[in-house]
């Protein structure tokens, strides 16, 4: 132990300030919130022990599970999305397109604008009356103007599609890089056995990104589920708490109501589902193979 101190005891030193901020911003926290669910503490006064009365509260409390299949149904409507259209945007810009750079350029735009520009925005298009650019639009082709983020049934995929027109142009950064990283050899060999664009995509260029497909449902995997700027700029969790999500619900709880003993359940069981679902993904998605 002094042999490998002496050998490395510059980088422990320079560790020293991030285990630091490590212990008092994260690991703290997340043992004080664990404390909390166990207590009744609603900032005013002490906190008062009640054991797993707040858990067992969890268990019937029918809005919790509904924010939970809504934020369920959101991952449903963004992932998978999210993923092909970013891969898309990926394989243009890499295709030799002349102004690569410009339409790179338009494609991350998005990523870096403020979400409060953008969510108003996409408010102003998806406004369920005339006046909404997308009624508007459908009224060219005779479809009568929808409510939109008034109706129940279409408010949460307009939020998804809000989130992947945010997103996307990150995911093909990923999906770009993987792209770059590709050896062109073997694409010179298969167009050498006449192989189409398509074999080549499906048996080459597909499967030799794998490691980008996992990272890439993993973050956004763990970005639905913790959606919540777009509800509460643009439903407020409504209509019906049909855009009620998880982490919205949380923030009701934890700031509105001031239940932050409850809000700490709701935490760790989003913490969970996150967990369960990140270990399926890398179990059938992160196991390394041979592509070659």
Not at 74 to 79: D, E, G, R
Not at 170 to 180: D, E, R, V, W
Not at 193 to 219: C, N, R
Request: hydrophobic fraction near 50%; aromatic fraction near 20%.
């Amino acid at each position: 132990m002094k042999r490998e101190w002496n050998r490395n005891a510059i980088v422990y030193i320079f560790l020293i300030p991030v285990l630091i901020h490590f212990i008092i911003f994260q690991i703290y926290p997340f043992a004080l919130s664990f404390y909390l669910t166990f207590m009744d503490w609603k900032v005013i006064g002490d906190p008062e022990f009640v054991g797993l009365k707040h858990w067992k509260y969890f268990l019937t409390d029918s809005l919790a599970w509904k924010a939970i299949w809504n934020t369920v149904k959101f991952s449903a409507y963004y992932i998978v999305p999210t993923m092909g259209l970013g891969l898309i945007l990926a394989l243009i810009i890499n295709s030799g397109v002349k102004s690569a750079g410009f339409f790179k350029g338009i494609f991350f735009l998005p990523v870096i604008t403020s979400f409060v520009i953008i969510a108003g925005i996409w408010g102003w298009l998806f406004r369920g009356t005339e006046a909404g650019m997308i009624n508007y639009l459908l009224s060219f082709i005779g479809i009568e103007p929808q409510l939109f983020l008034s109706n129940s049934s279409q408010a949460l995929a307009v939020l998804a599609g809000l989130s992947i027109f945010k997103v996307a142009g990150s995911t093909m950064i990923y999906y770009f890089a993987g792209l770059q990283s590709i050896d062109r050899q073997l694409y010179e060999a298969a167009r050498i056995d006449g192989a189409s664009s398509f074999k080549i995509f499906w048996t080459i260029t597909f499967p030799l990104l794998k490691p980008i497909h996992f990272f890439v449902a993993i973050t956004t995997t763990i970005g639905s589920f913790q959606i919540f700027d777009s509800a509460y700029l643009l439903t407020g969790g409504g209509p019906n708490y049909a855009t009620t999500t998880i982490v919205y619900y949380l923030y009701e709880q934890g700031f509105t109501s001031l239940n932050l003993s409850y809000a700490a359940v709701l935490s760790y069981v989003l913490f969970f589902i996150i967990l369960v679902i990140s270990l399926i993904q890398r179990k059938y998605l992160g196991q390394e193979s041979n592509n070659y």
